[in-house]
């Protein structure tokens, strides 16, 4: 038998309320010695909590759900009680009390839900995505997968597979009757399908938008980097100084503009001569930001521009910048909304967009084999090959929705998630 499981579920105490769940077998139970009685299913009411010894310990609303028609898929209990932290506190020992019920691990609910087919893996790494979204696209992102709609269209593309492979299946089984062959449509759907699969794969990873997209200062020293990504940020997270050679390390920071994740990344000034050792290993770390990044602002030379990178004339309030590229100034804040807004435009197009489905790598690389495994049927030769094909293709969209992931990834997935979810 499962174990029984409880945590709250709610944020951290104390809060207007707390929301405890307890999932299991002896769910019911608990919840009945706890308030005297079972409420009706799916129905709140009112009770007094007590514990074992019969002291009160609150007066919260209860919800008793019976398996398998749950979140879980198990026998599910709700209380939702006062969010003080001794209330909460006291609710949970008396729970902990209780024989055959222990606390939750990370993610353990979710993972029930999983197991017991409640929601698949592409759910549950929606859920997760949706659950550590900060900014308004990645929300919506995330809700796309965490609400089932890319289970759904990988579900049809499954049932198209077997569509094609019952075809196939169907002329191999009565290959000494002339006239069964194969429907005249069938290279076409096969064609559509790959078509779909791969358009797909080639949106980009929904992981940039759970990271967000790296947009990297880089220059000279002293060309305003710090200050720049100061007045980005709206914080003094970097030193300023006149120094050249102020910033050393690469310093990074997470921000929302205009809903869109951006990581603002300032670096050290790159020189060619008289850095010490260590704005050595700064210039460094610089080149490898340059390189990586999705978007690089360049606050030096329009001549030493690095290629993709995008010409900024920063201290405009001076007047002596360069005249190329967009100018802003820190100091006066000159130049900055068109900057973000420019920002928020070149991020959106390296995102995955947000109103149609899109992969995560893992995802992909299983969407990609299933299309591999398409692209190879071949009609024209050996028929059992063309359906051994099909078949493989029909495994990776298994995979792809975690019909026989390893334990590994899912301890890696469901570790993502917090206690009480
Ligand atoms: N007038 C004016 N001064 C600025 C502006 N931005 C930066 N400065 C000044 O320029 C100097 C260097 O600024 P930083 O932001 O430290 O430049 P940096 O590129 O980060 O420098 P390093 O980290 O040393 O490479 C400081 O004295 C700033 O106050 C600006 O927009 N206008
Ligand atoms: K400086
Ligand atoms: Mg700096």
Known sequence: MADTIYALSSGAPPAGIGVIRISGPR?????????????????????ILRNGEGDALDQALVMWFAGPNTATGEDLAEIHCHGGRAVVAALLAALSSIDGLREAEPGEFTRRAFSNGRIDLAEAEGLADLLSAE?????RGALLAAGGDLSRRIEGWRDRVLGLAASIEAVIDFADEDDV??????SRELDELIGEIRATSQRPATERLRDGIRVVLAGPPNAGKSSLFNALLSDDAAIVTSEAGTTRDVLERPVSIGGVPLVLVDTAGMRD??????????????????????????????????AGAIQISAKSDLGAGQSEGLEVSAVTGFGLSELT??????????????????????????????????????????????????????????????????????????????IGK
Do not use: Y
């Not at 460094?284 to 001549?303: F, S």
């Open 27 to 47: 769910a019911g139970e608990a919840l009945s010695l706890m308030a005297g009685g079972l409420p009706p299913p799916r129905s709140p009411r009112l009770r």
């Open 135 to 139: 900014t308004e696209l990645q929300r």
């Open 181 to 186: 062959s194969l429907p005249a449509s069938f």
């Open 273 to 306: 001569s008289g850095a010490g050792a260590i704005e050595e290993m700064g210039i460094e770390r610089a080149r490898k930001e340059v390189a990586n990044g999705h978007i690089v602002l360049w606050l030096g030379a329009p001549d030493d521009l690095p």
């Open 341 to 418: 807004d420019m920002l928020v435009e070149k991020a959106r197009e390296v995102l995955p967009p947000v109103d149609q489905i899109a992969f995560n790598r893992r995802q992909r690389e299983w969407a990609q084999t299933a299309a591999q495994s398409l692209e190879v049927v071949d009609t024209h030769s050996d028929l059992l090959i063309a359906a051994e094909n099909l078949r493989a293709a029909r495994r990776a969209l298994d995979r792809l929705v975690g019909r026989d992931s390893t334990e590994e990834m899912l301890d890696a997935l469901f570790g993502r998630f917090c």
